[in-house]
Structure formats: C-alpha cells, structure tokens
C-alpha cells in the first residue's frame, strides 16, 4: 500500500472550500492508502502567532480532521512539532538548498515583498516542508496547484540528497487531487475561498452557526439576472453556490440547477444555506463531542507515536548517508 502525507497549518478558520477541496477527499484516500496526516504548527510559526490561541487552533484542527471523517485506526493523525525528526530533517534539507532556488518560491515573494524585519523561516520553510514529507517515505503528496512549485523543490532536493550520498529518500509523486469544486469567495466570486481572507463574510467556516450560514449565504455576490444556471465565465456567483450546494449535497451540478428552475436568486440562496447546514452539522456535533475529549488526547498521543518511529529512521538513515555522529 502506498504512502500518502499531507500537512495542515493551523491557522485562521477551516472553510467549506478547504472540506471540500481536501478533507472530504482524504476521507476517501485513507481507505486505499496509508495516509498520514499532519498539523504542521512549526510553519504557523514563520509569522508570529498568538500562543494561547495557536494552542487552541491546533487542538480545533485535530477535532476536525476526526470529525469530518479521518479515522485513527485507518490514518496516522498527528502534530508535527510533537515529532522532533521534522526540525532536526529539515536543517540537513537548508544544509543542500540552495538560497536562490528558494529566493525564487512565489510565495516568499508574495510574503516578503514591502515587509520590514521579514522573518528568515519565510525562506527556509521550503525545506521543513520537504523534510515533513520524506521523513513518512511518502509516495504521493496531494496538493492545490498553489502548492506544486513547492513539490517540484521537494523531488529536486530528494533527487540531490539521494545523488550526493546514496540512495536513501523515497521521491514523492505530486497528486493535484481529482477535480472537484473549486469553492470561491462568497464576495469576490473570481477568487478562491482563503481562510485568512479578513472579510469573514466572504467565508462560511466549518463551525458557523446555522444562523451565521444563512446569513453570509444571503448576503453573497450575485447579479441582477435573476436566473439560477451555471456558467463560471459570466455568472461566478451563481455558480460558486451552485458548486457549493451541489458538494455539500452529493448532487450534480445540473441536478441543482433543475431544483431552481424558475425561482429566484432567495428561495435559491436558501435552498444553499439548508443544504450547507444539514451538511455540517453532524460535522459540529462530532466536534464538539471530541473538542475537550481525553479520546482526542488518546489519538494524538497515539499518532505521535507512530510518527516518531517512522520519522526516527528515516532521520538515522538520513544522518548516516551524511556521516553525522557516531556509527552503529
């Protein structure tokens, strides 16, 4: 069986976009592969975070994974600064990056440009992340297209470690997970739906209360057209709730647009809004069950456990290609 990682910062609020762009489809990948999943807290770190609150959006991210479908005796869940191996891996991955292949990554770019005092782990985060991946040996990493230049470093850093001290990391394959709806700003229906987007009526979050849903569904971007049909090009809005409604109930597009046949954008905003809540709330039920759970304790605990050993190896076996410490 084949090796799946993925990793989750715990920043900012899980949205319907990240459910269904992500979660929903690693609820299906842990039954054909062995997946582990990591809440990567070190990355959330590169800007400064508030402890107090990192603490509790890390515990609300490992209720959510288990909530909304990831089961621990099929998937490794686990926290990544629980596992010492992924900062001790990711120096040897710096000590073979090169400064301006990752001077070169957008999203350094993007972060640093116009900052004053930008922090130097916005540089060399690229290798922590490649470090999280090759530490589980992993064969495929499934990642939005936002992500793939990352990826592409990972293999070539791999690919360089393995040509400069022997054949030791296994090189993962990059996976764009198979098309799905693509959920888009509530507000701006040409942009993707971001969880740190500042305008909180452009998100509906997985723990949103029916009211909050119904609210921000209403309140979302349309036109004046009045006609309920999908077409991305010249009705985004429409079409976004269209994609949204169609996700959360299991229904084809097509098959949603039929249901609004001749009604208008209200009773279509809150046929949206009733799919989205009775979609979401076993979901918060689950999670308020697990939130203050020792169960949620025993998981970690236990996913911690289980990464240790793998990530342990695979860091020995890393630190002997290079000749660090004492051979055994």
């Known amino acids: 069986m084949k090796t799946i990682f993925s990793g989750v910062q715990p920043t900012g609020t899980v949205t319907i976009g990240n459910y269904i762009g992500a979660f929903r489809q690693f609820t299906e990948l842990q ?5 582990n999943f990591c809440i990567v807290d070190q990355h959330a770190i590169t800007v400064r975070q508030d402890p107090k609150e990192l603490h509790q959006t890390i ?3 490992a209720a959510l994974y288990v909530a909304s479908g990831i089961d621990p005796e099929k998937a490794n869940l686990f926290i990544q600064s629980e596992v010492p191996a992924h900062a001790q891996a990711a120096w040897i991955m710096q000590c073979i990056s090169y400064i301006g292949e990752l001077e070169r990554m957008t999203q350094f770019k993007d972060k640093s440009e116009g900052q004053e005092g930008v922090s130097a782990a916005l540089l060399t985060y690229p290798p922590l992340m490649a470090a999280d991946i090759l530490l589980y040996n992993t064969d495929i990493v499934p990642v939005g297209d936002d992500q793939t230049q990352h990826l592409e470093l990972t293999r070539n850093l791999a690919e360089r470690f393995n040509s400069r001290y022997g054949n030791t990391l296994t090189i993962p394959e990059i996976r764009v997970p198979k098309t799905g709806a693509r959920i888009k700003s509530l507000q701006e229906p040409t942009k993707k739906m971001s969880k ?11 723990l949103d209360t029916p009211k909050e849903i119904e609210k921000k569904i209403k309140s979302a971007v349309t036109d004046s057209e009045g006609i309920v049909k999908f077409d991305e090009e010249n009705k985004p809005g429409v079409s976004n709730l269209l994609a949204i409604e169609a996700a959360m109930s299991d229904r084809t597009i097509d098959e949603v647009v039929a249901k609004y046949d ?14 989205v809540i009775n979609h979401l709330t076993p979901i918060q039920e689950n999670y308020n069950n697990l939130i203050e759970s020792s169960k949620l304790d025993d998981i970690l605990d236990e996913g911690a456990e289980k990464a240790n050993k793998i990530a342990s190896a695979t860091l020995k076996r890393m630190e002997d290609a290079m000749g660090l410490g004492r051979k055994r």
Request: include cysteine; charge should be positive.
């Open 31 to 35: 039954h054909e592969y062995h997946c």
């Open 262 to 275: 001749g009604l208008r954008y209200g009773d279509f905003k809150a046929g949206v809004a009733e799919a």
């Open 59 to 61: 515990r609300s991210l």
């Open 196 to 206: 740190s987007d500042p305008n909180k009526r452009a998100t509906i979050s997985l």
